[in-house]
């Protein structure tokens, strides 16, 4: 009885734990999905939704204002194709990292690619 009760319990753990690790897991591939892999910004799906929600708060409560505000980094590929990627991946990421500094806390800062 002893060991019955005590393989139940290993076996509880393990399943515990792969649970824990498929839930982790899950996380990953939402975070991934809905974020630049290069500057960790949320990406345009991630804006897609978010955009959809604050276009039905406002239609619902008029004084509940939404503002979209598009930036581009002029000569961007000038930047990538005279010193490399490397050196464009940096400007991406030290635009984000200075545009966050600006941010409210209910503000959202996506990277968008160009199509």
Wanted: aromatic content about 4%; some cysteine.
């Amino acid at each position: 009885m002893t060991v019955a009760f005590g393989l139940a319990v290993w076996i509880g753990r393990g399943v515990a734990a792969s649970v824990s690790e498929r839930r982790v897991a899950e996380a990953k591939i939402v975070h991934l999905a809905h974020h630049d892999t290069l500057t960790g910004l949320p990406n345009r799906a991630f804006l897609q939704d978010r955009l959809t929600d604050a276009l039905r708060q406002a239609a619902e409560d008029p004084s509940a204002g939404v503002a979209l505000l598009l930036c581009d980094l002029d000569h961007f590929k000038d930047v990538d194709d005279t010193f490399g990627h490397p050196a464009g991946d940096d400007l991406l990421c030290q635009a984000a990292a200075r545009l966050r500094e600006t941010m409210r806390e209910d503000d959202i800062l996506v990277r968008q690619h160009a199509s």
